[in-house]
Each structure stands twice: as C-alpha cells, then as structure tokens.
C-alpha cells in the first residue's frame, strides 16, 4: 500500500545511503525498520506485563522459579532475526 509520509532531510539522506549500501529499495529499508521497531515495543510491552504479573508475587518460595521464567524470556526476545 502506498501511503506519504514526512521525514526530515537528513533523516531521509541517511536512510537512502543505508538503503543503497544494502542494496534494498527505501521503502523496503523502512518497512524492515518499522517491523523491527514495533516488534521490539511489543516484546519490551510483554516483559512489563510478566513484571507486574510475576512482581505482585508475595511467596518466597516461589521468587526463585519466577526469576529464572523472567530471564529464559528475557533470554528469547532479546535474539533478534
């Protein structure tokens, strides 16, 4: 889909040097941009939810267990494509 957006000249510049060192086309440099961009809102959106979830817990027995679920995600969102 076509759409037109503003960018600021040097902003632009730099992403058509990017664009052409990589040898992919502006738009599909900033499509790749805003997949990235918005997936990692999405992972940091999930991890503040599983803080909350798993920081309301008041059993110390299980803290450790919690700790270690945090981390593997934390582990897995982190590895990008």
């Known amino acids: 889909m076509k759409t037109a957006i503003?960018?600021?000249?040097?902003?632009?510049?730099?992403a058509d040097r990017t664009a052409r060192k990589?040898?992919?086309?502006?738009s599909r440099l900033v499509s790749m941009a805003l997949t990235d961009y918005l997936r990692q809102?999405?992972?940091r959106e999930i991890v503040e939810q599983l803080n909350h979830i798993y920081g309301e817990q008041t059993d110390a027995a299980e803290q450790p267990s919690a700790a270690?679920?945090?981390a593997k995600f934390r582990s897995t969102i982190k590895d990008r494509w």
């Not at 503003?6 to 730099?14: K, R, W």
């Not at 990589?22 to 502006?26: A, N, P, T, V």
């Open 41 to 43: 809102r999405r992972n």
């Open 6 to 14: 503003s960018i600021e000249t040097p902003l632009l510049e730099e």
């Open 68 to 70: 270690r679920i945090k």
């Open 22 to 26: 990589l040898g992919l086309s502006r």
